[in-house]
């Protein structure tokens, strides 16, 4: 079964600041790969997806991701960070059964704190 | 906007107190969703209707239950709510393809229990 890992729990960085965060994925073949987002007590919005192609995928609110295959990764990047953007982020994978994709699993998420 | 509507927002039931959360959607999906969201961790996946095929995830409680009387509305029933089933529910709505689906969630319903 597909997996995702983010490593860091926590990230802090300076409102202005570049912004990095890890998703690290397990699968054998090429996986299909999201970031997610989540405002304090909102849902889920979609930031951006990687299905095939272009392995820089650009998303919404100035986010981007890049896969890489040689490293199992597909983190989460914007040059500039706005305060709006504390919130926290979760990396997912589909989950499959017999019949097709069934839903996402999600990775345990990057709660990301903007200072000013 | 099509979306994904989710009511109440906020639930406070009593301890054992049964509890029905909504879900409706305008983007005729046929696939819904319910996930569980505790604090400060990852949304878990409690069952998913494919159209009306339900499917329901092995380790998810037989006190909870779901119900798609149509394409646009979904339940999911708490039958007896312990103070760990406290808790963000959150439903999604998805297409549903051989190699991904896309979920798109409403903004939750945080129950409270006493």
């Known amino acids: 079964a597909q997996s995702v890992t983010q490593p860091d729990i926590h990230i802090t960085v300076s409102e202005g600041a570049s912004l990095e965060l890890r998703c690290n994925y397990s699968?054998?073949?090429?996986?299909?790969l999201f970031w997610y987002v989540q405002s304090p007590g909102q849902g889920l919005q979609l930031l951006l997806k990687?299905?095939?192609?272009?392995?820089l995928v650009q998303g919404i609110k100035g986010f981007e991701a890049e896969f890489k295959r040689s490293q199992s990764s597909f983190n989460l990047r914007k040059p500039s960070v706005h305060w709006s953007d504390a919130a926290e982020y979760f990396c997912a994978v589909p989950t499959y059964s017999g019949g097709g994709a069934d839903g996402l699993t999600f990775g345990k998420g990057t709660h990301l704190i903007i200072q000013p | 906007d099509a979306m994904v509507i989710q009511n109440p927002r906020y639930q406070v039931t009593q301890f054992g107190k049964p509890v029905t959360l909504s879900c409706s959607q305008t983007l005729n999906h046929n696939v819904m969703y319910w996930y569980q969201q505790k604090s400060s961790q990852a949304p878990k996946l409690l069952f998913h209707y494919y159209d009306k095929d339900f499917n329901n995830e092995a380790d998810t409680p037989d006190n909870f239950q779901s119900r798609r009387p149509n394409t646009s509305f979904c339940f999911l029933d708490i039958r007896s709510p312990g103070l760990g089933d406290a808790a963000m529910y959150l439903c999604?709505?998805?297409?549903?393809?051989?190699?991904?689906?896309?979920?798109?969630f409403g903004a939750g319903s945080r129950l409270t229990v006493l």
């Open positions: 990687y299905f095939s192609g272009d392995t």
């Open positions: 999604a709505t998805s297409t549903r393809n051989s190699g991904a689906n896309v979920l798109t």
């Open positions: 699968y054998g073949a090429t996986p299909y």
